[in-house]
């Protein structure tokens, strides 16, 4: 029987206003698992390459200034 995972980013705005908690008790609530939880920063190389499929869209700059 195959396994779903799904993938959430609790993007720096949340971080910076503290949602950190409730945004995962809404994860947990709604019946979700967490296999696993790791808090990082990206640094502009890193998000680069994460958000690479969004290049040459207007947003990209504004979108890797945001989450760096």
Not at 20 to 34: A, D, V
């Amino acid at each position: 029987m195959a396994q779903n995972y799904t993938f959430t980013i609790i993007k720096p705005g949340a971080v910076s206003h503290e949602y950190i908690g409730p945004i995962l008790s809404m994860i947990t609530e709604t019946g979700f698992h967490i296999a696993a939880l790791k808090m990082l920063k990206l640094n502009h190389e890193e998000a680069e390459m994460f958000y690479g499929i969004h290049r040459g869209r207007p947003f990209y700059e504004a979108l890797i200034e945001f989450m760096t």
